[in-house]
């Protein structure tokens, strides 16, 4: 028999609780062998600096969201065990909620929004087995999370968002549905840029965006009154002020 660490966590507060709440989002972490081993593609070795940060400042935050590209295992299931190790020390004790990137779902003719094989092939079914999200389909990578003071709608980049499908409607249903007197935070994730980046990709497309990202939900974002809204896939940090119908 073999016993392994005892580890303990915290329950999470009620909706509307009024204590201090403190949430790390990112994204686009990766994975890496301290000795540089076991490594076929996609070494990124700056996620041991990250993880070693969010591990001796356990007790400085109370969940994580790592909004997609977790481990760059591209169909590889070695690399999600490995992924999943370096992170153990952070997932015993703390929520570690998660949202479908490109490298998690991508891949032609299986109903993905991007008809791309950044995925390997995996077609979410990794990402949505080894981590809990309360969808109610969990094929469906969008759910919301109530925590506290705060409201996050999570949504799936590489599912079609556009006005008029499922996901548009759960969008606007957990945005509408939110009591701002008991939970005054109301926070929208995603992977994918839906909002806006002045990332050379993007500035090079003309769009400042994913196509078709602010067209179909900025005026859900202004209407219910999102107040941060979060994105991965580029790998740098950019912060804006408020924007609406921005022209590119």
Partial sequence: MVWGK???FRAPPSPGQQSLQRVIVFGDMGKAERDGSNEYAA???GSLN???RLIEELDGYDAVFHIGDMPYANGYISQWDQFTAQVAPITARRP?????GNHER???DTAAFWDVEDSGGECGVPAETYYYYPAENRASFWYKVDYGMFRFCVADSEHDWRAGTPQYEFIEHCLSTVDRKHQPWLIFAAHRVLGYSSN???AGEGSFEEPEGRENLQKLWQKYRVDIAYFGHVHNYERTCPMYQVIS
């Fill in 50 to 52: 990250t993880t070693d």
């Fill in 106 to 108: 991508d891949w032609p």
């Fill in 43 to 45: 070494y990124q070795p």
């Fill in 6 to 8: 005892p580890c303990s």
């Fill in 96 to 100: 570690y909620m998660v949202a479908s």
């Fill in 200 to 202: 050379a990709w993007y």
